[in-house]
């Protein structure tokens, strides 16, 4: 994680979503807007006795709400742990498909191009999937159309 002032902290709480686990923090995560159509998860954090048990994925889920009920098109993470993204349904992309992420922290970065951390989103607008058995039906009806 990247360190950060409590001052930066306080101005935006409101970004941060928590887990409590008998009334106290345990897992935290924040919606940072990086521009009118792309939000990041920041700070995503478990503690390490908590960890396995969800909470990460029901933080993630709720951001992802979030972004989607304020208008985003799409949600990225940059993290070192790709896999748990992957199985939130994210994928991998190159860093410069997230030029307002390179823009906002990337650039003044000392770590700016080496920090091993992979570029992740998720589409938070509906996407069209063809499967084989959809192509399949569509091009029947486009030949049963043209028939009659």
Not at 31 to 50: F, Y
Not at 120 to 126: T, Y
Request: aromatic residues 8%.
């Amino acid at each position: 994680m990247l360190p950060r002032e409590p001052g930066e902290i306080a101005r935006h709480a409101d970004r941060f979503v928590v887990c409590e686990v008998d009334g106290i923090v345990k897992a935290c995560a924040a919606l940072a807007p990086l521009s009118k159509r792309v939000a990041e998860v920041r700070s995503l954090v478990v503690a390490r006795e908590v960890r396995r048990a969800g909470l990460a994925a029901r933080l993630v889920g709720e951001l992802r709400g979030r972004a989607r009920a304020a208008g985003f098109e799409t949600l990225c993470a940059f993290t070192h742990d790709a896999g748990f993204f992957v199985r939130q349904n994210f994928s991998i992309v190159p860093h410069v498909w997230l030029p307002e992420k390179i823009t906002a922290d990337c650039l003044g970065c000392p770590l700016f191009r080496r920090c091993g951390q992979y570029a992740m989103v998720f589409p938070l607008r509906e996407v069209l999937r063809f499967t084989a058995a959809s192509a399949a039906a569509a091009r029947g009806r486009t030949v049963a159309q043209g028939a009659a």
